[in-house]
């Protein structure tokens, strides 16, 4: 069994402490940081299999650690936020993290969260064929995505929605059936996020991201995409 790793970031010690009493008595071996510099260095030194970060952190805060590792990483993120604000949380998934849990939360929440961020992110696909949408290709089965050739980089996240809309083409699905479908588990106020991913995506695969192509919204309900052929 391939033991996993994370690392902790988040100025609060004694928070710290908990987290990383939880995550090793779930056999996780676990890094810790309590300021932004620090959590680079060794983000990119031990190269954790996931995140667990806070926004609001001294000298540099989880906004721009988020920027500054998907310029070169896919490394998973679960932001840790104690404000109960739904702009800063879809700020944090605009900018690449996968999940969000607000303060106070339980341990065993956050845990349990990062693991289902892994199982998504670790989940073999059935071999298939690759999907065309234009000059956008993807191979779920090599959890890759090129657009005119070039690979395009997306969050773990972003991939399994791509993944569930490419994989049912015309299907018209809700947010809801999103969240259920790529998080593993439900909740109302998760809905909204949603709607920063997919803005992500366009974002990363569309000519225009303003007039989209492939990933359609159907207005009062949610989004499907458009027709797509396999090679």
Not at 126 to 152: A, C, F, H, M
Not at 192 to 206: F, Q, S, W
Not at 214 to 224: A, H, P
């Amino acid at each position: 069994m391939i033991q996993r790793s994370v690392l902790i970031v988040d100025d609060d010690v004694k928070l710290v402490e908990l987290l990383q009493l939880y995550f090793q008595k779930d056999g996780f071996i676990v890094f810790t940081a309590n300021d932004g510099l620090a959590a680079l260095k060794i983000a990119h030194e031990k190269e954790p299999d996931i995140l667990v970060l806070d926004l609001m952190l001294p000298g540099m805060d989880g906004w721009d650690i988020c920027r500054t590792l998907r310029r070169d990483s896919e490394v998973p993120i679960l932001m840790l936020t104690a404000r109960d604000e739904v702009s800063d949380r879809l700020v944090g998934l605009e900018i690449g993290a996968d999940d969000y849990v607000t303060k106070p939360f339980s341990p065993k929440e956050v845990v349990a969260r990062a693991k289902a961020i892994l199982r998504r992110t670790k989940q073999t696909t059935v071999k298939t064929q690759p999907v065309r949408l234009g000059d956008v290709v993807i191979e779920l089965d090599q959890y890759q995505v090129t657009k005119g050739g070039q690979p395009v980089e997306l969050t773990p996240t972003e991939f399994k929605i791509l993944e569930l809309l490419a994989g049912n083409p015309g299907r018209v699905f809700s947010r809801l059936q999103i969240v259920e479908q790529t998080q593993g588990y439900s909740f109302e106020s998760y809905e909204r996020t949603i709607d920063a991913h997919i803005k992500n995506l366009r974002r990363k695969i569309e000519n225009n991201p303003k007039e989209p192509e492939y990933i359609q919204t159907v207005y009062g309900v949610g989004y499907r995409m458009a027709g797509t052929q396999n090679e």
